[in-house]
């Protein structure tokens, strides 16, 4: 613990998107593990979450490839919904973020304790961009709607698995997205992945979890166009940090495989429309 007091330093930004999306945004795990991180480098693949005056929350940081990685974590102090978060971390400092709604956007506050050992310079820069990183990613949920799909396979859930993610299998039940659609990378956990048509555009991917015939876990990081990966800027704003998940569940042989992906509001109708077809495609793979 710290025993002299430490200096404060406060940054802010502001979300384009309502206070209850935002409130959101910030306190649900499953929100926090896809903005949380101040550079590509590294990542947040495991939150918890209590809540409330004397919950703990623990966020788990990592450098993507796997070399360097601590937790943070600490215990609330204050909580009042839709206005104010306080808590002190382990080490002593104390940090406080204010919520200000104004209609459809929302103003952030945060002030938090300095460390000793980093420039004030250099703390300002990390929180400022793990907040910028919130607010892209914030502002994007208004835009973006999960939509679910579901169908039922004759085989066992290891098959279907294994058909889905193997290289000539996929390229066949994704013709429908795009007749050269394929990837390039590895299905392994924390692996980086493209998901790419015959034109050099397509999706930049972190396989978030794998658990070989129950669960694949995508975190899409941004898009590729003409063969270059983008992850910031506008460009990438409408993809980067949503997920794209698949469930397998198995009984007497047959599996009922269960698809959910977020997706922009302008490309809905798209994939209603081919999801249903790609996935009959793997259905006649994994039957013959």
């Known amino acids: 613990m710290e025993t002299s007091q430490a200096t404060i330093l406060t940054i802010g930004c502001r979300v384009q998107a309502p206070i209850e999306k935002v409130w959101a945004a910030w306190t649900e ?16 693949p495991r939150a918890e979450n209590d809540l409330r005056a004397g919950g703990k929350f623990l966020f788990r940081m990592e450098e993507r490839d796997g070399s360097n990685g601590f937790d943070f974590s600490g215990k609330y102090t204050e909580v009042k ?6 808590y ?9 973020v204010l919520f200000t709604a104004q209609e459809e956007e929302t103003s952030i506050t945060f002030s938090f304790g300095a460390e000793k050992s980093l420039s004030i310079q250099l703390q300002q820069q990390g929180w400022q961009a793990i ?3 919130f607010s892209d990613y ?10 679910h799909f579901e169908i039922l396979i004759g085989a066992t859930a290891d098959h279907v698995y294994n058909v889905m993610l193997d290289e000539d299998h996929y390229r066949e039940w994704t013709k429908e997205f795009s007749p050269s659609s394929h990837y390039r990378g590895s299905w392994q956990k924390g692996s980086r992945m493209l998901f790419l048509n015959g034109n050099g555009q397509g999706m930049v991917s972190l396989v978030q979890e794998n658990l070989p ?9 941004g898009i590729v166009q003409d063969g270059k990966e983008i992850t910031s800027g506008p460009e990438a704003k409408g993809w980067a940090g949503t997920m794209e998940n698949y469930s397998f569940s198995g009984a007497d042989g047959s599996t009922i495989l269960t698809v959910a992906m977020d997706s922009n509001l302008e490309y809905i109708e798209y994939f209603r429309k081919t999801w249903p077809r790609a996935l009959e495609r793997l259905r006649q793979l994994c039957e013959r």
């Open 29 to 44: 795990p499953a929100h926090i593990i896809r903005w949380n991180h101040a550079s590509d480098d590294w990542h947040c």
């Open 81 to 86: 919904p839709f206005e104010k978060i306080a």
């Open 88 to 96: 002190i971390l382990d080490d002593g400092r104390r940090v406080e």
């Open 131 to 133: 907040l910028d990183n």
């Open 138 to 147: 914030a502002g994007t949920l208004s835009r973006i709607k999960t939509l």
């Open 213 to 221: 015939g129950r669960l694949v876990s995508l975190r899409h990081l």
